[in-house]
């Protein structure tokens, strides 16, 4: 039973702002039932959920607190940026923050970014995808749950433009090796049994992670993640796999 005499904490209140940055339940159709047989018939371009479509798209799987998100669209307003994020009290945090600042190229979206690369993204049509301290799900039992796997890597070759990037920072030496072992076949130039046959090879060039706009001095992203862990002393492993064009 409550104390009369204490108010109870109510808990904090998130607008998402459904439909200007949010992407709200009409802005994007259901699948169809032909999902499985017409992979393509569950498409729709995400481009088209922001004022100026035109603009270069990029994409952000597991956004957090929303601190890139906001950061760099502010300082990119030449390019769009989508945030995915699964967690729901991420999702409504971050898009709240984007909603407070009238962010007019950013938007978000509640979904597996994973099953919206497969089954929604069209192909081509991606300038980056960022993919920041990701959950590094550290159980073997978990490990199917982990962003970057064969499947992930085919899914986001087909999305990204040619000359498309996607960048990749964590500070999980475990999950690091792990994503080694996929990069590793993924940028040679014979073909491992992982790799669609219709993905030529190398699908991807590895190249050295530079900063992002936003960052400060000494950060290579400047999301909240990573200062917590560059105060605990944490190492950090990144790249960048760019599809040739």
């Known amino acids: 039973m409550n104390d009369p005499g204490v108010t109870p904490a109510t808990p904090p209140k998130f607008d998402d702002a459904p439909g200007v940055i949010g992407i709200a339940p009409g802005e994007l159709p259901p699948l169809p039932d ?10 729709h371009d995400p481009r088209i959920w922001f004022r100026d479509p035109s603009l270069p798209f990029e994409l952000e799987i597991g956004c957090g607190k929303g601190t ?5 669209s502010r300082a990119r307003p030449d390019a ?12 409504s945090y971050s898009a ?38 990701s959950d590094p799900w550290p159980k073997s039992r978990h490990h199917k749950n982990r962003v970057v796997q064969d499947r992930f890597l085919a899914d986001a070759w087909r999305v990204l433009l040619p000359g498309g990037e996607l960048r990749i920072v964590t500070d999980h030496s475990e999950y690091w090796a792990w994503m080694e072992e996929r990069f590793a076949r993924w940028t040679a130039p014979e073909r491992a049994p992982e790799i669609p046959v219709l ?3 190398p699908a991807f060039e590895r190249m050295a992670y530079q900063k992002t706009t936003a960052a400060g001095e000494g950060e290579l992203v400047g999301t909240n993640f990573e200062r917590k862990y560059r105060r605990e002393g944490r190492p950090f492993h990144s790249c960048v796999l760019r599809k040739p064009g």
Not at 68 to 72: D, H, R, S, W, Y
């Open 34 to 43: 032909s999902i499985l047989t017409e992979p393509e018939s569950g498409r």
């Open 199 to 201: 993905i030529p090879t």
């Open 96 to 133: 709240d923050r984007l909603r407070r600042v009238s962010a007019p190229n950013a938007r978000m979206l509640r979904a597996d970014a994973t099953e919206f690369l497969r089954w929604r993204c069209p192909s081509a049509i991606v300038r980056v995808i960022h993919l920041y301290f």
């Open 68 to 72: 890139f998100i906001l950061e760099e």
């Open 80 to 91: 769009n940026f989508l945030g995915i994020e699964w967690e729901h009290e991420y999702y």
